[in-house]
C-alpha cells in the first residue's frame, strides 16, 4: 500500500476521531477555559465540576432571609398604615407575550377593554367617506 492511499484512508478516520473527542468528552470547553484565562493573565486555575443538588428543603439562608423580608414588610406596614391594602387582589396574569414588552404587556388578556360600538353614532357619515 502506498503512502497516499494510506494517508486517503486514515486522515477521515482521523478527523471523525478528533471531532469526536474535541465535541463529545467536553474538551473544547477545557480548552476555551484555559484559552480566556491566558487572555486575561491570570493563573490557571484547575477546572472543578460543579454538582447541583437539588434539595426540597430550603437552606438555612433563605430561611433567614424570608424571615427577614417578613419581618420588614411587618414594620413597613405597620409604620406607613398601609397594612392589608392589597387584600383580596389576585395578581395579572402573566403571559409569554406579557414578558416581551409589547404595547399592551401590563393589560390582563382577560380584560374587556372599551365598548367602541357608540363611535360609529358620533363619527356618522364621515366613517363612510373614509372608505
Keep these: 500500500?502506498?503512502?497516499?492511499e494510506l494517508k486517503d484512508?486514515?486522515?477521515p478516520l482521523i478527523k471523525e476521531c478528533i471531532k469526536?473527542?474535541?465535541?463529545e468528552d467536553g474538551t473544547l470547553s477545557g480548552i476555551i477555559t484555559e484559552v480566556v484565562?491566558?487572555?486575561?493573565?491570570?493563573?490557571?486555575q484547575p477546572i472543578?465540576?460543579?454538582?447541583?443538588?437539588?434539595?426540597n428543603q430550603p437552606s438555612p439562608a433563605i430561611l433567614e432571609a424570608r424571615?427577614?423580608?417578613e419581618e420588614t414588610k411587618r414594620s413597613l406596614q405597620n409604620?406607613?398604615?398601609?397594612?392589608?391594602?392589597?387584600?383580596g387582589t389576585t395578581p395579572m396574569h402573566q403571559s409569554e407575550q406579557s414578558s416581551q414588552g409589547g404595547a399592551l404587556r401590563d393589560i390582563d388578556p382577560n380584560d374587556p377593554g372599551i365598548d367602541?360600538?357608540?363611535m360609529m353614532k358620533v363619527v356618522g357619515g364621515a366613517w363612510n367617506q373614509l372608505k
Design 1 to 4: 500500500m502506498k503512502k497516499n
Design 9 to 11: 484512508i486514515l486522515k
Design 20 to 23: 469526536e473527542v474535541i465535541f
Design 37 to 44: 484565562q491566558g487572555l486575561q493573565g491570570t493563573t490557571k
Design 48 to 55: 472543578v465540576e460543579k454538582k447541583v443538588i437539588k434539595s
Design 67 to 69: 424571615k427577614s423580608l
Design 79 to 87: 409604620s406607613t398604615g398601609l397594612k392589608g391594602i392589597f387584600e
Design 116 to 118: 367602541i360600538s357608540g
